[in-house]
Structure formats: structure tokens, C-alpha cells
């Protein structure tokens, strides 16, 4: 029997976009100087392949990076580099420091921000979660606000899918919890998303309140007991004191703008 099968491929006229359509879009927006520089370096075929991958694995990495910062809706933030530690009055340094190595991620352990407003309470988690992201793990950062509101739906088909969605990330970011008073509806709410992170994946919260006053924030609810318990079980818990330090900052800005005038 006669080969009809071809040694040569058909010519592309679009090589480019072969190249995408198989997934690789990195190289093909250089594909000319790609080309060139294979041909003038003279690779080989397996240092062309070898330079084509790491070409596509750092793009993908960048991608991937980019849509997971996009989903967490961390948002913009100050640097921990501008915090200043001195600032509170009192602060567990060594245990907000040791939550950057973000070990109580795999561990599913929760780790918990208590202190009065303008503290830095947000910025320290903000920046925690922007750690995660860039170490590759999914983050969801939701203000309680936010979070509550998103889980008042109509259909119990769609709290579900939200519900899901919410114990998928494995780090789940609850800020500025106890700056507003709910019914006992929303506190159900948080405590089925609390119920179904327990001990499988991790939350980051921060709230004004100390544990003692949540029934102050939920009231009359009658599951604050259990929220607690499954929230602190496996948790760091650190306490902030001091004065805003944004007060701080308005007040040093007045001086400032006082002393130009003069």
C-alpha cells in the first residue's frame, strides 16, 4: 500500500493565530523577533520548546495572577511598609507579622482583628490578602456590609449558589463587622457562611467590637453563641488600642496648612 501522508506540513498564513488558538497567546505578539532570535542564536528544537514554555508559563502565571486580584476586590490600600507600629497604644506585633507568612491558611484557622476605628485594622488585612493572592492562593475580600447585603436574595436557589461561593475562596476577608446593627436574618446569614468555612477554610476579620457587645450588633439573635464559637475555635484572635491615627493625620495636616498661611 502507498503513503499518501505528507513529511511537510500545509504552509500558515497566520501561523500567529494557530498559535493562539492552541492556547498560546504570550508568543504570538512577538512571534517575528521570537523567530529571529531562534534563528540567529541557532536552537535547537528542544531550546526552542524550552524558551517558548517559560515565554507562556510567566504569562500565564501574570494572567492568572491579574484575574485573582481581580476577583478578591481587595482594592487600593496603604503598604504595611507606611504602617506605624508605634502608633497603637497596644498591638500584637508578633502575631499580625507571623499571619504574613500566611501559615493559618492551610491550617483553616481564622484570624481576627479587634480594635476602634482607625487603627489600621483594614490596611493590616488588606494587605494580608494581597499576600495570599500573590503566594497563589483564591481570596474574597467583603466588607460585612457587603457580604450581607449580596446574601438577601429571594430565591433559596440563589442564597445557595452564594453561600458556595462564599466558602470557596480559601481565604474569605470580612471587614468593619460591627459598624452597623442587623436583624437576626443577616446574622443566620453570617453564621451559615461562618458554618460552612469551619475548619476547611480561613477567615480574616476585623471588627470594632469586642465578642462581649455582638449581641449589641445582632440583637436578639439567638445564634451569636455558636457564630462565636465556630469563628474563635480554631482562630488568632489580636486586640488593637489606641486613638484614630487617620484623626492623627487630619490634625497634622491642619498644622501643616496653618503654618503655609502664616
Known sequence: MTSTT???????DDLGAQLQNIGL????DSLDDFLARATKSQW???MLLEELTRIEGHDRAHRSLERRLAHSRIGRFKPMADFDWNWPKKIDRDTIQRAFTLDFI??????????????????????????????GHSVLFRTAS??????????????R????AYARPALLCIDECGYLAYDNHAADLLYEVVN????????????NRGFTEWNQVFPNATCIATLLDRLTHHADVTVLEGSSYRVHESE????KRRKKKK
Open 44 to 46: 535547537s528544537p528542544h
Open 146 to 159: 457587603e457580604l450581607l447585603d449580596d446574601l438577601q436574595c429571594d430565591s433559596p436557589h440563589r442564597l
Open 6 to 12: 505528507s513529511t511537510n506540513p500545509n504552509p500558515s
Open 106 to 135: 492551610p491550617e483553616a484557622r481564622n484570624l481576627i482583628l479587634i480594635g476602634a476605628n482607625g487603627l489600621g485594622k483594614t490596611m493590616i488585612a488588606k494587605s494580608i490578602a494581597h499576600a495570599a493572592v500573590l503566594a
Open 25 to 28: 497567546r504570550a508568543i504570538t
Open 161 to 164: 449558589l452564594k453561600l458556595k
Open 252 to 255: 497634622q495636616e491642619a498644622k
Open 196 to 207: 460552612r468555612r469551619y475548619e476547611h477554610r480561613s477567615i480574616l476579620l476585623t471588627t
